[in-house]
């Protein structure tokens, strides 16, 4: 059984940081590209960031550029989303998805190339 768990959302003022782990079990993690996702309420869920099983490459929305930073552990089997310099327009439910294919690119923001997803962790940013 394939699960996802996120972790470390919360209630952030404007300009802060919170890194966002995920860990998965029941996967082989270092095959699989991972993905981070976010809804905000009322919108479409939307891309984020994707890290390669390598983690050699990394690809990020345009909105989150050099603030999120995508990472992995392999031997851990988690995957972390480090977000500084946090804006009111980042308050969204975050969530991890593994993508479906062994040995992607990492560069898929198309969600429906993701087969698992975790249940989401709220990111809150205070004006």
């Known amino acids: 059984q394939v699960q996802l768990v996120e972790s470390g959302g919360g209630l952030v003022q404007a300009g802060g940081s919170l890194r966002l782990s995920c860990a998965v079990s029941g996967r082989a993690f270092s095959t699989y590209t991972m993905g981070w996702f976010r809804q905000a309420p009322g919108k479409e869920r939307e891309f984020v960031a994707a890290?390669?099983?390598?983690?050699?490459?990394?690809t990020y929305v345009d909105s989150v550029k050099g603030r999120f930073t995508i990472s992995r552990d392999n031997a851990k089997n988690t995957v972390y989303l480090q977000m500084n310099s946090l804006k009111p327009e980042d308050t969204a439910v975050y969530y991890c998805a593994s993508h479906s294919r062994r040995y992607s690119s990492g560069t898929d923001y198309d969600r429906r190339e993701y087969g698992y997803w975790g249940l989401g962790t709220q990111v809150t940013v205070s004006s």
């Open positions: 890290i390669s099983w390598s983690g050699s490459s990394t």
